[in-house]
């Protein structure tokens, strides 16, 4: 199916009036909760899962991507009038956005951001429609050795890039993977781990896991925090920003679509590294560095561009190869197993409905999104009345109906508590839920292809080096740990002298945004930045690349 | 969405509520005292092992809504999926045997997993009704296959024992077992290849990455056969299948006894369920399948042409588990 035909179909499904509700419903539900600190796009997609089985498969990504990329909307409005981060990707608008409101013009901070992440946006759905149908075709050919080149890759980029504490997300992804071992051996078909729990004989339930962690545990962790209700003092007027402030932020917002495109591909890529890279980037570009901080136009458009077209360039890896390349598309990946679609290579041919239609759907949503934006910026702001106690409960019940609806089956409303108090003391003590989610994930793909590549090899290793792509990928992921341990020590023969400028701003606002899963915000921030200081964003910017260039 | 998250509890709770009471109906109102004498009178549960949208769902929702129509009661199909069918199976086993609860059963559920697993029933526990379906198994290469035959594939096995590498949508399924009796009974040794269900293996032999797959031919894989993407090479029938005549059987091809690749979908109630309710059951189902509505439904080449009866569902288990229990107990 050529491009054309492909989007004249995408926009017959997408404009069909049930999906343009669920693209409003979903937008619309992001940017709130873009707006809510405490309610990320992860936790709300991971309530919501149960309730996307009652959809059309479709409507069901329609809504769920709406979310994602409208929360990176959402996130913006707090970030800029309340030194608040609504989510975590939009922790670095803080240092400028706020400083511009502070200044009196937060307008033209936030008109910016609607701006850049609309053209953000639309620039990688673009890079979506041209990228991901060659993909595709090219991954038909992947076989099991690919696989676990890829998810292995996956697993190391997540807790490589996306995290503070790289011990810990290893230690997280290490319980992923041996979670993702319980139920049948799926060569011999012996029951592993199950105690003769018939409940465990198919593993645990994702959905439950990941409703679970995300869920209930950040709905516990929230209800610990004292509620930061803050006046909100000025009123936000002249919106729409002068030719100035476009002139100065169009090579931001170029430059932010590009990155956060290439980011969002990137396994452990995703919203948070790409508005860090995107910052870091435009500082280091800047004439005059040192108005960075103090209320610089472009450290709001490059991060809210690129933190939107990542999070549209995120479902490439997901609709071509069937891998997830952070945790919100884990949990999308999630949905469409509820509906009984795999997805992987063949699906942009066999659900062409689902590919375009979701494609087209992004142009609407961002299209309304930026409607939606300008005008009801003030009505976004007083959400934030909302009393946490009230929002949690109510999460929290249909947290438990919605799972129970799934598989009808008592057991894993059972998972969901277990894990909620797990994902409660994770996060308690610094452990973050994404790196074992998204291991739990991929640690069954990789486990069945390591399995079957070994059964077809004779048990020979060098299946995984001797063909091309596999080969390839095992060498990037060499070069990433070799790169990543010198670059490690040289840090911290430095770290004494040159603390990290923004590691200090943000120790100062004291702020805790809640991840987006893939990424812990504060000391990320800290540590990207620290790096961008040195040489420019190597880790973030220096494997997007690399990778990037291996996928043809 | 405000709509739907304010809905979808309360319809929950109406529904786990509706089901309780039927439950209470069924057990006290329609069983026991009256027999089956006017069964039946209550709501029907309807159980299905596996997650909604596969052809054993789609085979039920079909079948359940006939008997519907043909009983004037109210049928409810509901998706017990987990622990390889244990969980439905249990539930059924454990019920009322009064009518009132049925299920979907395979030699899957009933024969491979008790024997593979501590679940604590065995495929005895049931009141077979009758036959809902017949998915046979095919052996399939891709289309640019070196094989062009079965008997090139066997040849190429035979000559170099274990290099032709053939898909299985899973170790413990009919198919699995069956190329494991291939290698045991007839010498013929090949790597098998489990897959988690349909849709991996099916990317995996266009992707030409294995050899060949024994898969059970559900639509998904018909439409890959009719478009030239698939060869089929092998039915696992005992007679030919009507709609691939060129194709032999494993029979044919001097293969004793390998039919057993295919998968039944077969109706059936707890143990000890009254005569006369099976005899209700049984013959509004064969009569369900003789509509032609029905017929579509489930797919024309899955319906059995001739009624499959209680006593063949409990010969084709019986004769499964004979073959099954020295590979596996």
Redesign the interface.
């Known amino acids: 199916m050529g491009i054309m035909d492909g989007l004249g179909e995408g926009f017959s499904v997408a404009l069909d009036p049930t999906n343009i509700l669920y693209v409003f419903?979903?937008v619309?539900?992001g940017t709130v909760i873009g707006v809510l600190p405490g309610l990320g796009p992860t936790a709300t997609i991971a309530l919501?899962l149960p309730?996307t089985y009652?959809l059309e498969p479709t409507s069901s990504v329609i809504?769920l991507a709406g979310i994602y990329y409208g929360s990176m909307y959402g996130g913006t409005i707090t970030s800029v009038l309340l030194r608040l981060p609504g989510e975590a990707a939009s922790v670095v608008t803080v240092f400028d956005g706020h400083q511009m409101a502070m200044q009196g013009r937060a307008g033209p901070a936030l008109g910016i951001a609607a701006v850049g992440s609309f053209i953000g946006g639309t620039l990688s759905v673009v890079g979506l429609i041209l990228l991901a149908p060659p993909l595709a075709d090219l991954a038909?050919?992947?076989?099991?050795p690919e696989y676990v080149a890829l998810t292995a890759f996956g697993i190391l980029l997540v807790t490589y890039l996306g995290t503070k504490h790289p011990v810990k997300a290893l230690c997280m992804a290490a319980l992923g993977l041996l979670l993702a071992t319980i139920g049948?051996?799926?060569?011999?078909?012996t029951?592993r781990f199950t105690f003769?729990q018939?409940?465990l004989?198919?593993g645990l339930d994702f959905v439950a896991v990941a409703m679970g962690l995300f869920g209930v545990g950040e709905i516990l962790y929230n209800l610990e925090k004292t509620e930061k209700a803050e006046q909100i003092k000025s009123k936000v007027k002249n919106i729409w920003p002068s030719r100035r402030d476009f002139r100065d932020s169009s090579g931001a917002i170029a430059r932010g679509s590009v990155l956060g495109f290439f980011l969002g591909v990137l396994p452990g890529g995703g919203g948070v590294i790409s508005s860090l890279a995107s910052y870091g980037m435009e500082k280091r570009r800047a004439k005059d560095p040192s108005r960075f901080g103090k209320g610089a136009i472009e450290g709001v458009a490059g991060p809210e561009t690129a933190n939107n077209a990542s999070s549209t360039s995120a479902f490439v890896p997901l609709l071509t190869l069937g891998i997830p390349p952070n945790v919100v598309l884990a949990l999308i990946y999630g949905a469409l197993l509820?509906?009984?679609i795999?997805p992987?290579?063949?699906l942009i041919d066999n659900n062409p409905e689902i590919f375009w239609g979701v494609i087209a759907s992004m142009f609407i949503g961002n299209l309304m999104l930026l409607a939606l934006n300008i005008p009801l910026v003030g009505f976004f702001v007083q959400l934030l009345r909302v009393r946490a106690g009230i929002l949690a409960a109510f999460a929290l019940?249909?947290t438990m109906?919605?799972v129970?609806?799934v598989?009808?089956?008592v057991?894993d409303m059972w998972v969901v508590l277990v894990f909620g108090i797990i994902g409660w003391l994770m996060k308690k003590t610094g452990f973050e839920p994404g790196p074992l989610v998204l291991a739990f994930v991929l640690g069954a793909i990789l486990e069945?292809s390591f399995r079957?590549s070994m059964?077809?090899s004779?048990g020979e290793f060098s299946i995984f080096f001797t063909r091309p792509m596999s080969g390839t990928l095992f060498a990037v992921m060499a070069l990433v740990v070799l790169y990543s341990s010198v670059m490690g020590i040289r840090r911290r023969r430095q770290r004494s002298q040159l603390p990290g400028v923004a590691e200090e701003e943000l120790r100062a606002t004291g702020l805790e945004a809640e991840p987006e899963g893939t990424a812990g915000v504060a000391a990320t921030s800290g540590r990207t930045d620290g790096r961008a200081d040195d040489d420019g964003v190597p880790g973030t910017g220096g494997g997007s690349t690399r990778a990037g260039g291996d996928r043809p | 969405m405000g709509r739907t998250m304010r809905t979808a509890p309360a319809l929950l709770l109406v529904a786990v509520g509706a089901l309780a009471g039927c439950g209470n109906d069924g057990g006290g109102g329609g069983g026991g005292d009256n027999g089956g004498a006017n069964y039946p009178s209550d709501d029907i549960r309807l159980l299905v092992p596996y997650a909604a949208g596969g052809p054993t769902d789609l085979t039920t929702r079909t079948v359940g809504s006939c008997l519907e129509d043909e009983l004037g009661e109210t049928v409810v199909v509901e998706n017990l999926p987990g622990g390889s069918g244990a969980l439905a199976t249990s539930e059924l086993v454990q019920a009322e045997p009064d009518g009132y609860t049925l299920s979907l059963v395979t030699a899957g559920t009933m024969v491979l997993t008790p024997l593979a697993n501590e679940v604590g029933y065995t495929y005895e526990d049931i009141t077979p009704i009758g036959v809902m379906a017949d998915v046979p198994s095919v052996l399939a290469v891709g289309k640019d296959s070196p094989y062009a035959s079965a008997e090139d594939l066997v040849e190429a096995a035979e000559a170099a024992p274990g290099t032709v590498n053939v898909g299985v949508p899973g170790a413990s399924t009919p198919q699995g077992i069956e190329l494991q009796r291939l290698a045991d009974d007839h010498d013929v040794e090949v790597t098998v290849v489990p897959f988690d269900g349909n849709a991996e293996m099916t990317a995996a032999l266009l992707g030409g990455n294995i050899d060949a797959v024994l898969i059970n031919a559900s639509q998904d894989v018909t439409a890959n056969i009719d478009s030239g993407d698939f060869v089929p090479l092998v039915a696992s029938s005992e007679e030919r299948l009507e709609w691939l005549p060129d194709v032999p059987t494993f029979t044919e091809l001097g293969f004793e006894g390998l039919t057993l690749s295919g998968s039944t979908f077969g109706l059936a109630g707890p143990a000890g369920l009254p005569d006369d309710v099976v005899s209700t059951l049984e013959d509004t189902l064969r009569s369900c399948l003789e509509q032609d509505e029905v017929r579509e439904g489930i797919g024309e080449d899955y319906v059995p042409d001739e009624f499959a009866d209680a006593g063949e569902l409990a010969d084709i288990l019986e004769r499964t588990h004979e073959v099954y229990e020295p590979i596996l107990g």
């Open positions: 419903l979903g619309l539900i919501l309730i009652e809504l038909v050919q992947f076989g099991d049948r051996d799926l060569v011999t078909g029951s003769d018939v409940e004989f198919d509820i509906q009984g795999t992987g290579p063949q019940l249909i109906a919605g129970f609806s598989n009808n089956d057991f069945e079957r059964l077809l004779g």
